[in-house]
């Protein structure tokens, strides 16, 4: 079965700099999460997408944007990275909203910032 | 807030040992509960779910019960195999908005020995 695509899997930024990650959902899955788990903590929410709208919003610095497309993908825009935001970040998809619907991760995105 | 609570790690146990990971948590209404697993240097992988009170959520010989009077979802396995050696994640899916989001404990790192 299809699964949550992350790409890229792996990245090295410098301070200051920019980066994206891209989600793909599960085939018709319509809700898109992003988290951030720094090492050896647990995941926090960052934000959420319904339909192409923001949905939630968690404890996303300003620094970061995100959004999501058409074809339901979403992209994290992360700018003026810092040391801190090395991280392991996870996309999440589901259904119908999200309410009552499991999420399904994907295998999360590793940034490295130097 | 909406939280989860989890036994503290490292557990370590032998081969074949019984598995008991307590997991509580504090939330408004009756949300869905999670057991997600990380192995070492992957993703989050749902292990098991229950939406209601006293739904038994089981996958790959692990079992865990809502229980809405002690507010409780234990993790229990048989019998641990080294394979099961991973990072344990109860959460929960918040209701305080009409998109869930994931709130996870702090994780419990299990490992198995041979």
């Known amino acids: 079965a299809a699964g949550v695509i992350q790409s890229p899997r792996h990245l090295i930024k410098e301070k200051r700099e920019t980066a994206t990650l891209k989600c793909y959902p599960i085939?018709?899955?319509?809700?898109v999460y992003w988290y951030q788990q720094g090492p050896g903590q647990d995941p926090q929410f960052l934000i959420s997408?319904?339909?192409?709208?923001?949905?939630d919003k968690g404890s996303i610095p300003d620094r970061f944007s995100a959004q999501q497309f058409s074809d339901y993908h979403s992209e994290l825009n992360m700018s003026s990275l810092e040391l801190g935001d090395s991280a392991l970040y996870f996309c999440?998809?589901?259904?119908?909203?999200?309410?009552?619907?499991?999420?399904?991760f994907g295998p999360g995105t590793r940034l490295l910032v130097l | 807030g909406d939280s989860v609570t989890q036994m503290e790690g490292p557990v370590t146990l032998s081969e074949e040992a019984f598995l008991t990971i307590n997991c509580t948590y504090t939330?408004?209404?009756?949300?869905?509960l999670f057991w997600y697993v990380q192995y070492p240097g992957e993703g989050l992988q749902l292990l098991l779910k229950?939406?209601?009170?006293?739904d038994k959520g089981s996958n790959k010989g692990f079992e865990a019960t809502y229980r809405k009077e002690t507010t409780s979802f234990h993790l229990e396995k048989g019998s641990v195999q080294v394979s099961d050696s991973a990072v344990y994640f109860c959460?929960?899916?918040?209701?305080?908005?009409?998109?869930?989001?994931?709130?996870f404990g702090p994780g419990t790192s299990l490992s198995v020995i041979p």
């Open positions: 085939p018709r899955h319509d809700t």
């Open positions: 959460a929960l899916g918040s209701l305080k908005t009409s998109y869930d989001k994931v709130i």
């Open positions: 229950a939406t209601k009170a006293d």
């Open positions: 997408f319904y339909e192409k709208m923001q949905s």
């Open positions: 999440a998809s589901s259904s119908s909203g999200g309410l009552g619907e499991t999420q399904y």
């Open positions: 939330a408004t209404g009756y949300p869905s």
